[in-house]
């Protein structure tokens, strides 16, 4: 993300999941965010491209989390100036992890993270693949032990881990 970052030409970096859609108006939206609003960072609600009911739940306490904490995850398409990107560092060259890194360094800075009302739909298949509940209680308990201070190099043989045993 960061070599990508370093080549962009804009003055706005989105950093999109490849399962991830934003909606049409997007980019405008972005604009506007950052241009009228003066925010220099922001990101997206969550929303799958499944209806089953389990993944409103998950909606729901993601945007919860998100407005609480103001810690967007990646996959809510985060955008950002790319001057600030730069003065803060950048995202930490960690295995994994590195988008709350890079909020919680956001938040510490003072800096204030706009949410947006539009939402992003992001792909539900690995999500069915490895069992919804599995995923949804995987994310949130490395979510927790990385703000907790453990390293994303021992998070990342448990989320190999994890993963190995959802998908069996």
Known sequence: MNAGANIADGKILIFLHADTKMPSDALKH??????????KVGAFKLRFDS?????????????????LTL???????????????????????????EDIDLMLRIKKGGEKVYISNKYVKTS?????KEGVGY???????????????????????YYRVFRNLGAA
């Open 30 to 39: 972005i604009f506007n965010v950052i241009q009228k609003e003066q925010y």
């Open 51 to 67: 209806q089953r009911k389990i993944y409103r739940f998950i909606e729901f306490f993601a945007s919860l989390r998100c407005r």
């Open 71 to 97: 810690t967007p995850y990646g996959d809510q398409a985060i955008f950002i100036t790319k001057s600030y990107f730069q003065q803060i560092g950048k995202f930490s060259e960690i295995p994994i992890m």
């Open 124 to 128: 539900s298949r690995r999500w069915e």
């Open 135 to 157: 995923c949804a209680i995987r994310s949130s308990i490395l979510a927790l032990l990385f703000r907790l201070g453990v390293s994303p190099y021992r998070l990342l043989k």
